[in-house]
Structures are given as C-alpha cells and as structure tokens.
C-alpha cells in the first residue's frame, strides 16, 4: 500500500493528517514507512515519532527522479505501507510544478490523497475538487508524458459540525471522487509554525499531538476504505 498526502494549498492540514494516519495504522500492527516531499527535517520528527522509523526526503531539486525512486524503494523494503506527505500546495515546485509534490507522486506511481481545508466553505469545494482530478500538467524535465494524478480519496480539515460534512461530502461525490472523511476543527490539534517550518516542541508535546491527531483520524476517517482503495 502506498500513498501521497497532498493539499491543496499550504496550511490545509497535511501534517496533521499525515502523522495520524502514520499512528492509527502502527497501532493495527503495520510496519509504516514515511517520507516527506523536499528538504524538510522538522516534519520527519513527527513522522518518526509516529512509526517509530526514520523518514526520508525525497526531493527532485538536489536528487535525480531516478535517485528518489531508489531512495522509495530501499527505506520501503519491509515495510506494509509507504506514507508520502506532500510539501505546500499540490502543483507548487521550485520552478512551476517541477520539484512538487505532484510530480514526486507521478515519479513514484502513487496514489493521492488529497487534503482539503473546508474552512469557510462548503459546496465549493466541489469544482476544487474537479479541477485536482482532471488537471494535466505540461511535461517537465522528470515527467515526459503527464497524466493526470489518480486521486484516491479526499480528506477535509476543518470541519464544524456533522451538517456540515454532510455539504462537503455530496460536493465531492458530485465529483465521482471518494470521500474518506474528515477532521473536526480542533484547536488542539493545530501545529505552530515559523518561517522555517513547524516550532520544535518538546518531545512529550509532539507525542501528544501524534496521539491525538491518530484519535481524531480513527474517528471520523474511513481507514479501512483507505486501506482498500491504495492497495495498488
């Protein structure tokens, strides 16, 4: 099983998301192998913290396409599943969308599982949606024949309350796109950032943030419909 959590736009929650989902499936006895998109050392500590396994950067900027999927491949083996998380929005690279998440996703054959911030919106979200699901970027120097990326499912952040779901999970199945749940608006949950990334917090923080955001995905995410759909 193999996927890449990707957002929409920086700040949706891909962090949160990513390192719940890391614990939910360690807790079901899952060797969990994680990696982040770019040259990020702050969010591989949660990730560490959440699988007990190193994460490892994949970045397409000072590696060869061909070196990130040796890198997927080797910290991969033995693993029951590879977590990807994503880096800003989707399609934001170094140069347009060369260096994104997208295209590390497209380089390794993965599935997407997108993360959308419904804060303030509801039926919107649909042409959002829409537009992630068709959109066919132009070649880059790593992807020669694009194609657009296969969405597995989507997960929404921020959500108020159930009525509130309920709009955001008919936008997305107007979409014919698998909605796999969501997250409450928790201020607990939410990670301090800085200009260089997230705050280090100390370590009996970052465990209870791991716990909690896993709480939360157990909750209200359909883990077993993820585990379905990113068996490929």
């Known amino acids: 099983m193999d996927f890449l959590i990707g957002a929409a736009t920086s700040n949706s929650g891909k962090t949160t998301l990513s390192i719940g989902l890391m614990r939910a499936l360690s807790k079901r006895g899952l060797a969990v192998q994680p990696y982040k998109c770019g040259p990020d050392y702050i969010d591989t500590m949660f990730h560490k913290m959440a699988t007990s396994r190193e994460s490892v950067n994949l970045d397409t900027f000072m590696s060869s396409s ?3 999927r040796h890198l997927f491949r080797h910290y991969g083996e033995g ?3 590879r977590i990807v998380e994503g880096v800003m ?4 690279g170094y140069d347009s969308w ?3 998440s997208a295209e590390i996703a497209m380089l390794l054959n993965v599935p997407v599982v997108l993360v959308v911030s419904a804060k303030s919106t509801a039926y919107s979200v649909a042409p959002l949606i829409h537009g992630f699901k068709t959109f066919v970027p ?9 194609k657009p990326l296969r ?14 779901f309920n709009m955001l999970r008919t936008a997305c199945e107007s979409t014919g796109t698998e909605c796999l749940g969501y997250l409450r608006r928790n201020p607990e949950l939410n990670i301090p950032g800085r200009h260089l990334g997230l705050t280090i917090p100390e370590q ?3 465990e209870r943030l791991v716990s909690l955001a896993a709480h939360e995905a157990e909750a209200t995410i359909n883990i077993n419909k993820l585990i379905e759909l990113t068996k490929e």
């Open 66 to 68: 061909d070196h990130v």
């Open 79 to 81: 693993a029951d599943i």
């Open 89 to 92: 929005g989707l399609y934001d």
């Open 98 to 100: 060369k260096g994104s």
């Open 138 to 146: 132009p070649p880059s120097e790593n992807v020669q024949n694009p």
């Open 151 to 164: 969405i597995a499912g989507v997960v929404f952040n921020q959500v108020a309350s159930d009525k509130h």
């Open 204 to 206: 009996e923080n970052m």
